[in-house]
């Protein structure tokens, strides 16, 4: 087991330098010049003439991937062209804010998703199976924009239980050591700040964890439904255990690794797709940081953004992984 | 699995039971009080006559976007200026709703009889907010920081670029253009900036917010760290900036305006989406928004305890014609596509009302703006008139390049270029939309690919010759000049205008430049838009700026 972890963190470097050459061909091919962008449309040709030697943005493509590198493999993120701060110490708050929500869009997701699968399989074809499918359908398909928007509309203006946008109360600003507010809160003995905060993940991760409860629950059920069928299962019931231990220990342990599976590639997906969400709810999170990148050519962010983005990708899924045979010993590796 | 199954049910009750319970306390109120600043109401004692003031002294304006840096001249963006403009003061300062100078920093000032000499007598008794005393040496120590790029501060290593100071002094120390000779410190408050040569636009320059004094001992405690530690004069007290979410201002107890500034603290947040900063705006939770899409000025007037606040012109929208090609280098075509234009539609169907119709190049309030430009009138027939005598009585086609972004100019190109289609199609013109990514858009543009195209421009310091200058000038080619319009008689006026020291002669110029403009027609000046914002009616005495960036220390709010 040991052995397979290291093998596959070795595997980690192919994998990111061929993400990092991936990204750097791409935003180098999308036209656009950064310092046209960063000077925007009054500036003179000579502004963004120098800019552009300040940046090194005229050395060749090749020179600049190459010093970009030199970089990573020192630890160096790089500096971003447009706020001209060191990318490794900026990123960290976007960072914690996308992995707070994330996290907490996946509790909701599992929750509700692993119970209203392992319901529905129990119950199938009952109403509970019937609704809970039908919310798990709308649910994949909901534009999460609209559903944002809509429940700022009920939730923050209509009935005022809770806040419209952000991470804090914006008159009482969290003092940050960690930029996890739920952390920094309690470090501070802020108990108050504690449940504001928490009361502002509320809405974003629903609305985050709206698509990957759909798609648990769609997983559990089939998976649950397979499960329900086999013959152990009858002879669980038949020895009279209770149905509780029946659906739960007997029934879901065996279901759980398809379901594992889907809920690691559903985090990956959260930690970096989380753009809309955080566009929305106006969350600091790391889909924001590289859309704002993106849309300015600042390039060091782009590639940063997307490396630290991919090399979470990746862990979780040697997560999800080495949980495979913790789960199921029969696994081996 | 048990260890799975037993902890999932429980956890799964707290979350309905913490959701059923939000709805108990809510902070989304608006008006709570954070604790810190509940004692201190009795300052207000004594100017307290409507005696109904908030007890929490703190506003929230909520924009779409953050600012790039809070070193001022360094950058172009109106996101960074709104807020340095509450930390920073210039030597001058605009009128608050108006690009009328008035004294700033420097209570007043002198020209010398040939133009080229300016003293400033500068505020005695001012300190930064580390302390540091304002004085003559601070400002030289600021403008030489902008104009020397070997300065010690000028931190060109760190990327660190002052075009707005380039554009407005033409250049920098060594180069041709450059107008400041040398600044003298005749004492401790007068100081003396010698030219080169007369620059008609000096006096307004000094006002934008582009050339505030920073403390001299803040560069050298912060370094190229400025950009995140701005140490000013002003109103307010830079507190803390996370990015992308908020920055925080805090009163500045020694102000030197007596009285001064009424809020306890600001905070710039930044909430992108707009129908979501609408939304905050509506459960109180932030007290002005910036960039009101103009279809819910109705709704907003129409609502109890919200307001909408005009911010005067300062703008042009405009159709360039690319002079360099055919047909547009015939001027009955450029005339005849002026008259196709109905701009009363496009600003009721764009704009909600809230744009004038232009005819010149400049805002209407500018020095040399002329009244007596006779418009194009919307005149399909005669457009088409025009045409004929051109020699495309059949009609003509063309690319019509449309911005991809929206503009405080043109809120929505898209649809207006398709009024504009239509406008077009009625005197048999065909326009097909083009668009190209924004950065690319306004490269090619500059090389003179396009045939007709969307763009605008937004004054900075109120003079004429920031417009003619960068639009229309032959110098200006390749840049801001995208029309390629070529004209002696006009480059003569503007250079007049750009160096002429005299008001009233200047005022003469550019009303002439107005209708030399006027009749070559390189462009279809479309319009002035009015920019508009939505907020509490909590909010008094804000006064939004043209420049985009006023200063909010005379704003309180009420219960």
């Known amino acids: 087991m040991l052995a397979y972890t290291i093998r596959r963190l070795l595997m980690l470097i192919p994998v990111l330098i061929g993400m990092s050459l991936i990204t750097f061909s791409i935003i180098h091919l999308i036209p656009g010049n950064p310092a046209q962008v960063i000077l925007g449309e009054q500036a003179s040709p000579q502004a963004i003439a120098s800019l552009e030697e300040q940046l090194g943005l005229n050395e060749p493509y090749f020179v600049q991937y190459g010093n970009y590198v030199a970089g990573i493999l020192q630890g160096d993120l790089g500096t971003s062209l447009r706020t001209r701060g060191e990318i490794s110490t900026e990123i960290l708050p976007y960072l914690a804010a996308t992995i707070e929500l994330t996290i907490f869009a996946l509790i909701f997701a599992v929750i509700v998703g692993v119970n209203a699968g392992i319901i529905s399989a129990w119950r199938q074809n009952s109403m509970f199976d019937y609704t809970a499918m039908i919310i798990a359908l709308v649910g994949v398909s909901m534009p999460i924009f609209w559903l944002g928007l809509m429940q700022q509309w009920v939730f923050a203006q209509e009935l005022g239980w809770l806040p419209a946008f952000g991470r804090a109360n914006p008159r009482d600003p969290v003092e940050t050591t960690t930029y996890f507010y739920l952390i920094d809160t309690i470090i501070n003995g802020r108990f108050d700040q504690w449940w504001t905060s928490f009361k502002h993940l509320i809405l974003p991760g629903i609305a985050l964890g709206t698509i990957p409860m759909a798609i648990i629950a769609r997983m559990t059920r089939s998976s649950m439904l397979e499960v329900l069928r086999q013959d152990y299962m009858r002879t669980v019931e038949a020895k009279g255990s209770k149905t509780f231990t029946v659906i739960y220990r007997h029934g879901f342990k065996n279901a759980v690794i398809p379901v594992l599976t889907v809920v690691g590639l559903q985090t990956g997906t959260l930690l970096g797709g989380a753009l809309l969400t955080e566009t929305i709810f106006s969350w600091p999170g790391i889909g924001r940081y590289v859309y704002e990148a993106i849309g300015n050519r600042d390039y060091p962010v782009i590639q940063s953004g997307i490396l630290v983005i991919a090399t979470m990708f990746v862990l979780i899924n040697l997560v999800v992984d080495l949980l495979y045979s913790y789960i199921d010993p029969r696994i081996k590796y | ?559």
């Not at chain 2, 007037?301 to 307001?307: F, I, P, R, S, Y």
């Not at chain 2, 809230?354 to 457009?383: F, Q, T």
């Open chain 2, 1 to 559: 699995m048990r260890k799975k199954s037993l902890w999932m049910w429980p956890l799964s009750v707290a979350m309905v039971a913490s959701l059923a319970a939000c709805g108990g306390d809510d902070e989304t109120a608006g008006d709570e009080d954070t604790g810190e600043n509940g004692e201190d109401t009795e300052e207000n004692g004594g100017d307290d006559a409507n005696g109904d003031l908030a007890e929490d002294q703190t506003l929230i304006f909520a924009r779409g976007g953050d600012s790039v840096s809070l070193d001022y001249a360094s950058v172009t963006d109106g996101e960074s200026s709104r807020v340095t403009k509450q930390i920073y003061e210039s030597l001058l300062e605009f009128d608050a709703d108006s690009f009328e100078i008035g004294p700033g920093l420097a209570h007043d000032w002198d020209v010398s009889d040939d133009g080229l000499t300016y003293t400033f007598y500068l505020e005695e008794g001012v300190t930064f907010h580390d302390g540091t005393d304002f004085n003559a040496d601070a400002v030289k120590l600021n403008f030489e920081r902008w104009a020397d790029p070997d300065h010690e501060y000028a931190f060109i290593d760190d990327g660190y670029t002052y075009s707005v100071y380039g554009t407005q002094f033409g250049g920098f120390q060594g180069d041709d253009g450059h107008v400041i000779d040398e600044i003298n410190v005749i004492d401790d408050y007068e100081v003396e900036f010698v030219l080169n040569e007369q620059l008609g636009s000096f006096i307004q320059n000094m006002g934008m917010s582009y050339f505030a004094i920073t403390s001299p001992a803040a560069f050298e405690e912060h370094g190229s760290a400025i950009n995140e530690n701005p140490v000013g004069t002003g109103p307010f007290k830079f507190v803390s900036w996370s990015r992308d979410d908020q920055i925080v201002l805090e009163k500045n107890e020694d102000y030197w305006q007596e009285g001064y500034p009424k809020l306890d603290s600001v905070i710039f947040q930044v909430i992108p989406d707009n129908s979501a900063r609408l939304t905050a705006l509506r459960s109180g939770e932030i007290d002005i928004m910036d960039g009101l899409n103009p279809d819910d000025v109705d709704a907003i007037e129409g609502e109890d305890g919200l307001t909408v606040f005009e911010r005067a012109t300062n703008n042009i929208g405009y159709l360039g014609f690319n002079m360099d090609k055919e047909p547009f280098d015939d001027v009955l075509v450029r005339q005849a596509l002026n008259h196709a234009v109905d701009k009363e539609t496009l600003i009721m169907t764009l704009f909600a009302g809230l744009a004038e119709p232009a005819k010149n190049i400049i805002p209407p309030d500018y020095l040399g703006y002329n009244d007596n430009v006779e418009e194009y009138a919307y005149d399909p027939d005669r457009a088409m008139e025009l045409l004929e005598e051109a020699g495309y009585a059949d009609g003509l086609e063309f690319d019509l390049w449309t911005m991809p972004v929206a503009r405080p100019y043109m809120p929505d190109p898209q649809r207006a270029a398709e009024v504009l289609q239509e406008n077009f199609n009625a005197i048999g013109v065909t326009a097909n939309i083009h668009t190209e990514e924004w950065a690319t858009y306004l490269e090619r543009t500059e090389q003179g690919e396009q045939d007709v195209f969307m763009l605008g421009w937004s004054g900075t310091n109120g003079d004429p010759d920031y417009f003619y200058g960068n639009l229309l000038h032959g110098d200006a080619i390749p840049g801001g000049n995208r029309t390629f319009y070529r004209s002696e008689e006009a480059d003569e006026l503007f250079n007049r205008g750009k160096v002429s020291v005299d008001e009233d002669e200047r005022d003469e110029i550019y009303k002439e430049a107005a209708q030399v403009v006027h009749e070559d027609a390189p462009m279809i000046p479309l319009v002035h838009s009015i920019p508009v914002l939505a907020g509490n009616e909590r909010v008094q005495n804000y006064v939004p700026h043209p420049s985009t960036s006023e200063s909010l220390h005379e704003v309180e709010l009420t219960e």
